[in-house]
């Protein structure tokens, strides 16, 4: 039977950059609780990333931080297409990033990070679409108003905006983006600028990469992380019937729950109706000794 195969990288050994720990173990926390993705560390990635799992299924990993780990990449020093991390997504499965530009910066297992030439992400994740070097302000370049949800951006789910720190660069005029590039939000900057969006290398299907929440995530909310799960699991038939199998399972537990909380409630009513009906018949047992004296 077709499947998608989950799981959320996360190494307290390992730095991040915009997304805070606190943040991290949040999306953590929610991935493995309400969708049962297993946690891996920088070691298990490349075991997971080297699967070769059956002809239908996907395997998707939720990047709970925001700098790529030295173990999936064939340079640290400087990587390139032929990383375990790209050719992972060339495979058909999919990376889901927030926060910083992927492979701004290298992360060593001290707890250190190395910043890249920017060559770097232009080559193993932005091939044919980002030419010039991405503008590195310390603070958003667009506020949430001004970005735009696309059309497949909605029936993938997204809803809710956030203040965009890293557009995308000017575009080239009058090249069309590759096959493959599907924008899910964007914003105008003297022209339309993707903030969110797939990019299939193969230039067929919503695997690949997955770019969502360009900015600072000290915290991030229920709200921002069912969204990021709606993205996951709209994006092909398999997520969807994973997803709604997840909601018929958290309908249940919730039913039976309310059920425990009904039958729990009518004892006590039950106990209490006992309790008043003593309280009368001792009242008037009362009245009726003073009635008799």
Same mark, same amino acid.
């Given at each position: 039977?077709?499947? @998608? ?6 190494? +307290? ?8 720990? /606190? ?5 953590? /926390? ?10 891996? +560390? ?30 999936? $990449?064939?340079?640290?020093?400087? !990587? ?6 790209? *050719?992972?997504? +060339? ?21 250190? /990070? /190395?910043?890249? !030439? ?5 080559? $193993? ?12 302000? +310390? =603070? ?6 001004? $970005? ?15 203040? =965009?720190?890293?557009?995308?660069? *000017? ?5 069309? !983006? ?23 290398? %193969? ?27 709606? @993205? ?32 729990? %409630? ?12 003593? $309280? ?14």
């Amino acid at each position: 039977m077709s499947m @998608l195969h989950g799981y959320v990288f996360y190494d +307290n050994t390992y730095p991040s950059s915009w997304i805070s720990k /606190k943040a991290s173990r949040k999306i953590v /926390k929610f991935f493995n609780t309400q969708y049962n993705f297993k946690k891996v +560390n920088a070691k298990e990635l490349v075991d997971v990333m080297k699967q070769t799992p059956e002809s239908s299924a996907e395997i998707v990993v939720v990047f709970s931080q925001d700098i790529v780990p030295d173990t999936v $990449v064939d340079t640290p020093a400087s !990587p390139t297409p032929n990383s375990l991390v790209r *050719q992972f997504m +060339n495979q058909g499965n999919t990376i889901i990033w927030l926060g910083d530009i992927p492979l701004l910066h290298i992360g060593m297992a001290n707890g250190s /990070k /190395k910043l890249l !030439p920017s060559s770097v992400y232009k080559t $193993v994740f932005y091939p044919k679409v980002v030419t010039a070097d991405f503008p590195l302000p +310390n =603070s958003s370049l667009v506020s949430m108003d001004n $970005v735009r949800i696309t059309a497949l951006g909605s029936q993938l789910g997204l809803r809710k905006r956030w203040d =965009s720190w890293r557009p995308l660069p *000017q575009p080239q005029p009058n090249i069309p !983006p590759p096959s493959g590039f599907y924008p899910l939000a964007q914003c105008f900057i003297s022209n339309l600028r993707p903030v969110s969006y797939i990019y299939n290398y %193969t230039g067929n299907g919503l695997t690949g990469f997955v770019r969502i929440y360009d900015c600072k995530l000290d915290e991030i909310s229920q709200e921002f992380l069912e969204q990021l799960a709606d @993205l996951i699991f709209h994006r092909n038939p398999i997520g969807m019937r994973m997803g709604l199998e997840n909601i018929r399972e958290r309908i249940k537990i919730l039913s039976e729950k309310l059920e425990a909380r009904f039958q729990a %409630t009518k004892s006590d009513m039950e106990a209490i109706g006992g309790s008043i009906a003593q $309280v009368r018949d001792t009242l008037l047992e009362i009245k009726k000794t003073k009635k008799d004296s």
